[in-house]
């Protein structure tokens, strides 16, 4: 008592925040490791040391700054972390080992270690998400700094990855599939209409992610229902030892979070966060979101039990959001967007639960429930020239996942095998009022797709020998909506260095199509898209930096396509319906390379460039190839940032540039779009009319006070600094008579204050 007293005297007599950092060292398979050792790292120095209990948990006392966390285990490959440590709130570090039967060389703690990871995957930390610039919190945004990721608009998260249509990719929570969780699902589409696979913003907040991962390379048999990428998004726990709280202000809306202890035992924790958002402030500034009234809200929670047998989750979230534009007076008409009123109202929700048992077998059982609804509605006043007087939209879909897994290991060798279960329903109702009915381009149906998406898969990994590993496995996925099945078989092989890793993969991986797809009718029979992707990636570490390079070759097969000659395929969907009578039967490929160079948060300054060049292709009916509608042909991102200061004060300048080659559109087709009084492209040339080049500075100035009690942050991120117009589309404006273009947002000024405490 009275050397702490001391302790605490020292640390007031000289001005000092001591902040308490804890943490545990665990294996995949959950189990703790009790005798590892934790290095603490600040500029490539030690800061502290420490070896875990017989729990496998450890303590420490850190000044508030920013650290490399090192955990190495006998028979383990080494992990290292990157934290923010601040003064408002108790840091818990929790480091996860993937098991190595061969010793590596000795090594000296400051020395660079290759680390194995899945070729192609990018873990999106938290502590990224605090300094990257105009995320605004959303983990997805920071994918779009990885190689081959591509922004479709800076109004949503929606990305194209490796010339792949957004639809391609695969949500995740807690490794189980899940419905789109994001608000304003039609935010930047020409159609208005909501899309599945992305939207303005995550439903769920940083304040209650832990790391998410960007799976855009070689998947393991548990991943599947994918063709570009994979974002699993995996939940914090919540403090067990003490109540926590933040609370967030800004010009965008308010976000207040909640942790702490369940019991007095400390085995269990709880964590909460709403969120309340509105543009309305965004627009008092004079910023141009084309008089629309956008609001959103949500709360999410996570709930986690520690119990002798092994932990339990349980896991939730729900947000409604709505964008309302009420029509203008004839007077005041400008464009034909300003003769309708139009109404849009979205529901995302989720419940879930997981848990782990288990010594020598370790066994996994989740469970998850998620729904969403989307309506919208427009409607134009009745003037003599054709138009579309009404469109109603309006969709339901649930799924319910279950996925039983469970995980092995032995001296040089490791099982994984399990079986998902995707319970879904998609129920849609699409009418559309017209003078003239034209049924290609505004269909009238409604329908529901009902049915079990049944994966069984095993994973299987040898460690040769030192230096070589072999991984193989499959996924069986079977749809009993048509019966439609397929075999997925997965290989790569990987050889580690001290400092580098080479792996070369293969793998087959499909996907069903969309609700409106089947439904139109005679696609109900559509088989699953096939992609068999071949991946080649070198990465190596020096001193402070880590080199990537990859390069990727996708052929795909069994691509729903038209016999009409309108040249639909598949790969090229997005927000609009596909044609009636659509046959498996279209082909396509991706191929391309990237490099990467990535320096660590040391010095108070890090940086991150990244290029990829890339080419994409679809085949129509007749085997003839043309570009596909997301072939960009390159991306570059450029992100860096200095930070001046320690524990007190610090004050940081971090910046972000974009640039990406521009996606293509269909020809617009003037004639028959003054006819029918609305966008009508010319379906049978191909996506000959490319975008310009899109790119997009952006800026994040940040200055946090750090407190024993509290810490305060004030931030002010800047999207588009630059307020450079990209463009967004083409259409035809009904109203002018003429092909007009529609920019992008331009410059988005959000100012945020946080305090934890």
Request: with cysteine; aromatic share 12%.
């Amino acid at each position: 008592m009275v050397a702490a007293l001391v302790a605490w005297a020292d640390v007031v007599a000289f001005g000092q925040i001591i902040q308490s950092v804890r943490g545990r060292v665990s294996s995949e398979q959950s189990r703790t490791l009790p005798g590892a050792t934790v290095v603490v790292l600040v500029d490539q120095a030690v800061a502290a040391t420490a070896v875990t209990d017989s729990t496998g948990r450890f303590s420490l006392q850190l000044e508030p700054g920013r650290y490399l966390f090192r955990a190495s285990f006998v028979g383990h490959q080494p992990r290292e972390v990157e934290w923010l440590v601040i003064g408002g709130k108790e840091s818990v570090v929790d480091l996860v080992l993937t098991e190595q039967p061969f010793e590596l060389d000795e090594v000296e703690i400051t020395a660079p270690t290759s680390v194995h990871v899945q070729a192609g995957t990018t873990n999106l930390s938290i502590e990224k998400s605090l300094r990257v610039p105009a995320n605004f919190f959303d983990p997805l945004r920071l994918a779009v700094a990885t190689p081959g990721a591509v922004a479709v608009n800076d109004q949503g998260n929606v990305l194209s990855v490796k010339g792949y249509s957004p639809n391609a990719m695969l949500w995740r929570v807690q490794g189980l599939d899940v419905l789109n969780p994001n608000h304003l699902a039609n935010a930047g589409t020409l159609s208005d209409r909501p899309v599945s696979f992305g939207g303005s913003i995550s439903v769920l907040s940083a304040q209650v992610l832990d790391n998410t991962e960007f799976a855009s390379g070689w998947y393991p048999a548990r991943y599947g229902n994918a063709l570009s990428a994979v974002v699993d998004m995996h939940l914090r726990e919540g403090n067990k030892n003490q109540y926590e709280f933040t609370a967030q202000a800004s010009v965008i809306g308010l976000d207040v979070a909640a942790e702490g202890p369940l019991t007095k035992k400390k085995s269990s924790s709880f964590l909460a966060n709403y969120r309340y958002s509105t543009v309305g402030l965004l627009s008092g500034l004079g910023l141009n979101f084309g008089d629309e009234r956008i609001n959103f809200q949500d709360f999410s929670f996570h709930g986690h039990v520690r119990h002798p047998h092994g932990e339990t989750s349980f896991f939730g979230w729900g947000g409604i959001s709505s964008n309302r534009f009420t029509r203008k007076p004839e007077p005041e008409w400008q464009t034909e967007k300003d003769r309708y009123t139009i109404d849009f109202d979205g529901a995302v929700w989720a419940v879930g639960a997981k848990h782990t048992w288990g010594r020598v077998w370790r066994w996994e059982w989740g469970t998850a429930f998620s729904a969403q609804s989307q309506n919208r509605f427009s409607q134009s006043v009745d003037i003599p020239q054709p138009h579309i007087n009404a469109e109603v939209f309006e969709q339901q879909q649930w799924l319910l996942t279950q996925c039983l897994l469970t995980r092995r290991s032995w001296k040089r060798q490791q099982v994984e095998a399990g079986v998902q279960l995707n319970q879904q329903s998609g129920n849609l109702n699409v009418q559309t009022v017209v003078p003239q009915y034209f049924a290609l381009g505004f269909p009238n149906f409604q329908g529901t797709v009902t049915g079990a998406l049944i994966q069984p898969f095993i994973h299987y990994t040898h460690r040769l020998t030192k230096k070589w590993e072999l991984q193989a496995g499959f996924r069986t996925p079977y749809f009993t909506y048509n019966n439609t099945h397929a075999l997925e078989p997965r290989l790569a092989l990987t050889r580690m260095g001290r400092a580098n890793s080479f792996q070369l993969s293969y793998s087959q991986v499909g996907q069903t199509q969309s609700v409106p797809t089947y439904l139109q009718p005679g696609n109900r029979n559509l088989a699953l898209t096939r992609s068999a992707q071949w991946l080649a990636e070198w990465r190596a570490t020096f001193a402070k930096h880590q080199f990537t390079a990859q390069g990727f070759y996708h052929q795909l097969r069994n691509v729903p396509i038209s016999t009409d000659g309108s040249l639909f395929s598949a790969v090229n969907q997005f927000d609009e319906f596909a044609p009636t009578g659509l046959v498996s039967e279209g082909r396509g490929t991706h191929a391309g390379f990237s490099g990467a160079i990535d320096r660590k948060f040391a010095n108070s300054f890090y940086y991150g460039i990244n290029g990829t060049r890339y080419h994409a292709t679809f085949t129509d009916i007749r085997q003839v190839t043309y570009t596909a509608r997301f072939n960009g042909g390159y991306a570059f991102t450029m992100l860096a940032g200095k930070e001046w200061g320690r524990a007190a004060r610090t004050f940081g300048v971090h910046v972000r540039f974009l640039y990406f080659g521009g996606l293509r559109q269909q020809p617009i087709d003037v004639l028959t779009s003054q006819l029918y009084g609305t966008t009508i492209f010319d379906t049978r040339r191909g996506y000959v009319v490319r975008q310009p080049d899109y790119w997009r500075p952006d800026v994040r100035i940040s200055w946090r006070k750090n407190k024993p009690n509290y810490t305060r942050t004030l931030s002010l991120d800047i999207q588009n600094v630059a307020n450079h117009k990209n463009v967004a589309f083409q259409y035809f404006d009904s109203f002018l008579q003429r092909v007009e273009t529609r920019y992008q947002l331009g410059i988005i000024p959000v100012l945020v204050y946080r305090v934890d405490f």
